[in-house]
């Protein structure tokens, strides 16, 4: 499999999604990726398309990851260090989401400098809420408050496309370009969760590590996932991960003449530790609707051992 990496530039405010509508992230999840690019590809004509790529694993999807000017983070893996830092560098080690994807070796054997990365992803972007305004024939104007995240200048998020055959890539390049002009995340209609697509050319050692995972004995997820039932024992055994409940209401205006939920899905995030990588899986979350609707969770993996 090659893999390729595309920037999201964000040229407007984002809203993505954390349980209420006044908290805004800046994580944007695989399922989340997919969901979208479903959509534009209901309206382009090619869902059934997208739908084979993605089940035939011609097509995998990282989550969405920070990057600041040239510097392209990925998960701070879920690994329990030996550390004789102080307590303080140690709190700011648990806070820290993100490492530098050219840093992996440094984290694992305790060099990396903990301070200064923090600081670095302290100039991603800032949080905001403004408030909007519901207005409804005959009734008052009801004011109500969005959470907003607002990347700074030469700061964004960029995913890692694994792709088998130049048609899979491009199919997924032109629905990331058609969702560019619609946007991402909530509140669209607000005009938030635009972004500009750039090609761009990942560091050396992040491809090596992701084309090592293959033959590696301890691995890192780089998209939320999840195997097959059957399979859960085989894989969480020496594992060390975290679990996020994914839910939400179908935005298909097909599906059913009401807003109906999600079934819930309960993934491995990105960051999490296995002994090998696993084929993960694309379920269908519908609930009595007119059609299918399919939630992805195929991880990408990359190789996390402590040797350069």
Do not use: W
């Not at 003449?257 to 819930?264: F, I, M, P």
């Not at 059609?291 to 990408?300: E, K, Q």
């Amino acid at each position: 499999m090659e893999y390729i990496g595309y920037k999201l530039v964000f040229s407007t405010a984002v809203h993505f999604g954390e349980g209420n509508l006044e908290d805004s992230g800046n994580k944007l999840y695989a399922d989340t990726i997919f969901s979208a690019l479903c959509h534009e590809a209901v309206s382009l004509g090619c869902i059934d398309k997208l739908i084979s790529c993605v089940q035939n694993s011609n097509v995998k999807l990282s989550d969405a990851f920070p990057f600041i000017d040239d510097t392209y983070y990925v998960p701070k893996p879920m690994v329990s260090l030996d550390s004789d830092k102080s307590a303080d560098d140690k709190k700011k080690t648990k806070k820290l989401e993100y490492i530098s994807g050219d840093l992996i070796y440094e984290y694992l054997n305790g060099s990396m400098d903990i301070v200064a990365e923090s600081e670095k992803l302290a100039k991603l972007g800032i949080s905001d809420i403004r408030t909007q305004a519901s207005i409804n024939a005959n009734e008052d104007t009801r004011p109500y408050s969005v959470g907003t995240y607002t990347f700074s200048e030469n700061a964004g998020l960029y995913l890692i496309i694994g792709y088998n055959d130049e048609e899979g890539l491009h199919l997924i390049r032109d629905l990331l370009i058609s969702l560019s002009f619609t946007g991402i995340g909530g509140k669209r209609s607000s005009g938030l969760g635009k972004f500009e697509l750039h090609n761009v050319t990942l560091p050396d050692c992040l491809i090596k590590r992701i084309s090592d995972a293959e033959y590696s004995n301890r691995v890192m997820s780089l998209s939320i996932g999840m195997c097959e039932d059957e399979e859960l024992e085989d894989i969480c055994r020496n594992a060390r991960y975290l679990l996020s409940k994914r839910s939400g209401f179908i935005s298909s205006s097909t599906y059913a003449n009401k807003l109906v939920k999600k079934q819930d899905s309960y993934l491995f995030r990105s960051g999490s530790i296995f002994s090998k990588p696993f084929t993960g899986i694309i379920r269908d979350v519908s609930i009595k609707g007119t059609h299918p609707v399919y939630c992805y969770a195929n991880p990408i993996f990359m190789e996390v051992s402590d040797n350069e």
